[in-house]
Structure formats: structure tokens, C-alpha cells
């Protein structure tokens, strides 16, 4: 599940289809692939409904790109956001994105970056549509997110979502198993297996409750995990 370490990300965020309680868990998933030096938020801040952005951004060193509303309708924010990762892209300043949204008119935009090789984070909603989350190289749930770094209540609806999405989550990675290169006895290293899940899909087993890959295999009845030498890790079906 691991990638290169990258050197530079930008964060792109669509403040007018996110939440800023998003951004402490969002800017630890991204610390995994590296340095995240560029971070800007995309909105009209005059509005009412963004004004918790404001302690956001100077918190966590965001630069907020004001889009006034041209006319009724139409979205300034997704074409701010598309121009700037496009010449982000051509300047060669960045190797990753984070991109904080719902909003699936960012499909054609994350493709583009996908086609150079570019790594994608997306972050947003369970909502999102499928095919916008399908072109990430990542799309993780942001409330999964918020609520596995919170206390109390967070934490338990974040068990009982992990209980009700196990059925999708065992379909997913059986397809991964049955592709995965297996020994005499069925074995098959995990870290492949994960691999493959993330090929065919934005998988991120965060998106089910689950800290890492390990962890879900091991709360999963018809697996079996096995540790052998140099500290891998393999997985057997049972049934």
C-alpha cells in the first residue's frame, strides 16, 4: 500500500465542498507520501457558510485563493482549482496531489494528472460519485477520517460503519487474493495482495474503520495472517 516517498505535494482544497474539521487528519494521510508545501483553499470566503475558515487557514499555514461568484451558477472554484493544478503540473513544481472535494466535475482534472504519472489523494464524502473516486489513486472518506482521531461518539460510529461495510470490503479483496501470486499452500504476501486492491479500485482500508492493512485482514473469519522471516507478512484464505 505504500508509495515512493514524493518531495513536494500540493493540497488543493474546495472549500465550498469540504468541511475544515477535515484538515489535521487529511495533512497526516498526506505527511505518509511526503512534504506538503503548497496548500491552498478555494472559495468566497465572504459567505457566510466558509467563515470557519478563517483560523483554519492561518493554523495550518493554508493560503486561501478568494473566487467571487461571477453569476449564479456557474463555479469559479473548480476553474481556479483546475488552472492552478494544471500549471502546478507543467512548472514541475509538484510530484503528488491532495485534493479536498466531493465534487465529481474534478474527474476529467485528476485523470489528466493520473496520465503523467502523478500520485492523487482525494478526500470527500461517502456520497462521492463513484467514478470520481474511482480515478484517485486514493479516495478516502474524510468523516472516516475525522472520526478516527476524535473521542466518544466519533469513535463508536466509526466501529459500527467498519461492522456494515465488511460485506463489500471481503468482495473486494478476495478478487485481490484470487490475482495475487500464491505458494503450494495458498499463501500470498500481504502487502501484494493490498497492492492489487489498490489497483483496481481507490481501496484504503482507512475507508472501512481500519488503521492498517494487517489489521482488517486479521478481523476478516476467512483469512489468516502468518509473519515469517524479515518480518513479512502473508495471507491465507480458510474458505
Known amino acids: 500500500m505504500a508509495h515512493r516517498e514524493l518531495k513536494n505535494i ?20 498526506m505527511a505518509e507520501l511526503g512534504q506538503v508545501n503548497i ?8 459567505k457566510d457558510n466558509l467563515s470557519r475558515w478563517d483560523k483554519i487557514t492561518n493554523t495550518y499555514g493554508i493560503r486561501p485563493q478568494q473566487q467571487f ?14 488552472i492552478d493544478a494544471i500549471d502546478l503540473l507543467y512548472q514541475g513544481k ?3 496531489f491532495g485534493i479536498m472535494t466531493s465534487d465529481s466535475d474534478f474527474t476529467p482534472l485528476v485523470t489528466r494528472l493520473r496520465q503523467d504519472g502523478i500520485l492523487v489523494y ?16 486514493r479516495f478516502l472518506y474524510i468523516d472516516e477520517l475525522i472520526a478516527s482521531t476524535s473521542d466518544g461518539d ?10 456494515s461495510n465488511v460485506a463489500d470490503l471481503e468482495d473486494l479483496i478476495q478478487g485481490a487474493y484470487r490475482e ?10 500481504l502487502q501484494q495482495v493490498g497492492q492489487i486492491a489498490g489497483n483496481r479500485s481507490s481501496f484504503d482500508v482507512r475507508n472501512y474503520g481500519y488503521k492498517s492493512l494487517s489489521e482488517m485482514f486479521a478481523s476478516l473469519d476467512n483469512f489468516k495472517l502468518e509473519k515469517r522471516d524479515g518480518n513479512q507478512v502473508f495471507v491465507k484464505r480458510l474458505r
Open 10 to 29: 500540493a493540497l488543493l482544497i474546495d472549500a465550498d465542498n469540504t468541511t475544515p474539521q477535515g484538515i489535521d487528519p487529511v495533512l497526516t494521510v
Open 39 to 46: 496548500r491552498r483553499a478555494y472559495g468566497n470566503f465572504a
Open 69 to 82: 461568484d461571477v453569476s449564479k451558477g456557474k463555479n469559479a472554484t473548480d476553474m481556479a482549482m483546475t
Open 94 to 96: 509538484v510530484d503528488g
Open 122 to 137: 482525494a478526500f470527500g464524502e461517502k456520497k462521492t460519485p463513484a467514478a470520481f473516486q474511482a480515478v484517485c489513486t
Open 154 to 163: 466519533a469513535k463508536s460510529k466509526g466501529k459500527r460503519e467498519k461492522n
Open 180 to 189: 495475487a501470486k500464491r505458494d503450494d499452500t495458498g499463501w500470498a504476501k
